[in-house]
C-alpha cells in the first residue's frame, strides 16, 4: 500500500499567519487516468472531513482561496496563506492512485 | 448532495450490524462509494469500496467479515459487519469515489 508521511504533527499558529504542511508518498501518485489523485481533506473538531483540493493544485468549489496545493509526483504541500480561526482542525493528504486509498497521519493545525 | 449513515450501536463482540448511506442530490449508480472508518481519536483508515458496476474491494483488516453492497433503486450503500472485534470500534464514513463527498459519520462500539 501506498503509505503517505505527513509533516508537522502538529503546527500553532497566529491568525494572519501563513503555513505549509508537507505530505510525501512512499510512490508517485502520476497515471491516475492522465491526472494524479492526491487530495488535501480538512477534519473540524467533530465534524466529518471536507474536501478543500483536489488533485494536487484544484480548489475545490467554495473553499477560500488562502488555501493553495502544490507538487507533483511523490511530494505535495498544502499552504494556508493566512491562517483564520476557522481554520483550525486536522488537515490529511489522501491518495487515490492506487488501490486501496490511503491517507496521510493527519496534521493538527491550533490557533495561538 | 447528501449522504447520511445510519444503522450504527452498541454491540457485543462477535456480533454483526449493518450500516446504510442514504445518497441524495447526484446520480448514484454512476459513481464508486467508500467505506471509512476512524478510531477515536485517531486517523482514517480506509474499510471498502464498491464500484459502479458493484465490483468490491476490502481492506485486509476487514477482508471476510465485512461486505460491501449497494441498491441502485434505493440510492443506497450498505457495509454488513460481522464476526465484530473491539478493534473494529470507530466512526464509519461513507464517501464518494475522490473524497469529494462524505457523509456525518455513525459511530459503532464493539465492547461487551
Known amino acids: 500500500d501506498v503509505v503517505l508521511t505527513q509533516t508537522p504533527p502538529t503546527l500553532s499558529a497566529t491568525i494572519g499567519q501563513s503555513v505549509s504542511i508537507s505530505c510525501r508518498s512512499s510512490?508517485?501518485?502520476?497515471?491516475?487516468?492522465?491526472?494524479?489523485?492526491l487530495n488535501w481533506l480538512l477534519q473540524r473538531p467533530g465534524q466529518s472531513p471536507q474536501l478543500l483540493i483536489y488533485?494536487?493544485?484544484n480548489l475545490e468549489s467554495g473553499v477560500p482561496n488562502r488555501f493553495s496545493g502544490s507538487g507533483s509526483e511523490t511530494d505535495f504541500t498544502l499552504k494556508i496563506s493566512g491562517v483564520e480561526a476557522e481554520d483550525l482542525g486536522v488537515y490529511y493528504c489522501?491518495?487515490?492512485?492506487?488501490?486501496?486509498?490511503?491517507f496521510g497521519s493527519g496534521t493538527k493545525l491550533e490557533i495561538k | 448532495v447528501q449522504l447520511v449513515e445510519s444503522g450504527g450501536g452498541l454491540v457485543q463482540p462477535g456480533k454483526s450490524l449493518k450500516l446504510s448511506c442514504s445518497a441524495s442530490?447526484?446520480?448514484?449508480?454512476?459513481?464508486?462509494m467508500h467505506w471509512i472508518r476512524q478510531a477515536p481519536g485517531k486517523g482514517l483508515d480506509w474499510v471498502a469500496y464498491?464500484?459502479?458496476?458493484?465490483?468490491?474491494v476490502y481492506a485486509d483488516a476487514v477482508k471476510g467479515r465485512f461486505t460491501i453492497s449497494r441498491d441502485n433503486a434505493k440510492n443506497t450503500l450498505y457495509l454488513q459487519l460481522n464476526s465484530l472485534k473491539s478493534e473494529d470500534t470507530a466512526i464509519y464514513y461513507c464517501?464518494?469515489?475522490?473524497?469529494?463527498?462524505w457523509g456525518q459519520g455513525v459511530m459503532v462500539t464493539v465492547s461487551s
Open positions: 464517501a464518494r469515489i475522490g473524497g469529494d463527498y
Open positions: 442530490g447526484f446520480t448514484f449508480n454512476s459513481y464508486g
Open positions: 464498491i464500484s459502479s458496476s458493484s465490483g468490491t
Open positions: 510512490q508517485s501518485l502520476l497515471d491516475c487516468d492522465g491526472d494524479t489523485c
Open positions: 488533485s494536487v493544485s
Open positions: 489522501m491518495q487515490a492512485t492506487h488501490a486501496p486509498l490511503t
